[in-house]
């Protein structure tokens, strides 16, 4: 059974560093994309960055630049280190396993449960 569990959210001000955190288990995740995916209140989930299983980078158009996103595939973890925070970045942030779907932003194959970012202004 595959699961993720997210680590690393708070509450931090404007400008701030966080850095998120996922651990994947139950199968080889070598081969799949991983990333990041957000929900804030009151809107639909949003995808946030991916990293493929070649090591290519997938950013949002409003995180580039401040968001990056890593993997370790010994460790089967992902991290997204966030720089420069902004209010708008409060959300719940999910980790995601997934393929192409993943990449192009839409879907994934695996959820974890989330962890929540507030950025106070």
């Known amino acids: 059974q595959v699961q993720l569990e997210e680590s690393g959210g708070g509450l931090v001000q404007a400008g701030d560093s966080l850095r998120l955190s996922c651990a994947a288990s139950g199968r080889t995740f070598s081969s799949f994309a991983m990333g990041w995916f957000r929900q804030a209140p009151g809107k639909e989930r949003a995808f946030v960055a991916a990293?493929?299983?070649?090591?290519?980078?997938y950013y949002a158009d409003s995180v580039k630049g401040r968001f990056t996103v890593s993997r370790d595939d010994i460790k089967n973890t992902v991290h997204l280190q966030m720089n420069s925070l902004k209010p708008e970045d409060t959300a719940v942030y999910y980790c995601?396993?997934?393929?192409?779907?993943?990449?192009?932003?839409?879907?994934?194959?695996?959820w974890g449960r989330g962890t929540q970012v507030t950025v106070s202004s």
């Open positions: 995601a396993v997934g393929r192409t779907a993943l990449l192009a932003g839409i879907n994934s194959d695996y």
């Open positions: 990293i493929s299983w070649k090591g290519e980078l």
